[in-house]
């Protein structure tokens, strides 16, 4: 079991920034896959950020170019950079860990709002 907390949302003004952490209960060093994840109001779950155990990241069209997702294996934690915000972007976020292919744990979520 791992255990995932979410902090960093907030409302923020369009173009604005906001750095959202995941800290993993454990080391998150030799996991599968990180994830992040939104949903907006009356929308579904979208997937919009993944890195994998190589290295390599995959982006949403809707937000490539603006968001990056990165970790830090000593503090256990997943972050997901957020650079020019929009409106469009407002949404609870939630972080996915894989530590296999088939086993995944969910972060509580945090809320982000971007509005002037």
């Known amino acids: 079991q791992v255990q995932l907390v979410e902090s960093g949302g907030g409302l923020v003004q369009p173009g604005g920034s906001l750095r959202l952490s995941c800290a993993a209960s454990?080391?998150?060093?030799?996991?599968?896959?990180m994830h992040w994840y939104r949903q907006a109001p009356r929308k579904q779950r979208e997937l919009v950020a993944a890195?994998?155990?190589?290295?390599?990241?995959n982006y949403s069209d809707s937000v490539k170019g603006r968001f990056t997702i990165s970790r830090d294996n000593a503090k256990n934690t997943v972050y997901l950079q957020m650079n020019n915000l929009k409106p469009e972007d407002t949404a609870t976020y939630y972080c996915?860990?894989?530590?296999?292919?088939?086993?995944?744990?969910w972060g509580q979520g945090t809320q982000v709002t971007v509005s002037s």
């Open positions: 996915k860990v894989w530590p296999t292919r088939t086993i995944g744990y």
């Open positions: 454990g080391s998150i060093s030799s996991f599968y896959a």
């Open positions: 890195m994998f155990s190589g290295g390599n990241t």
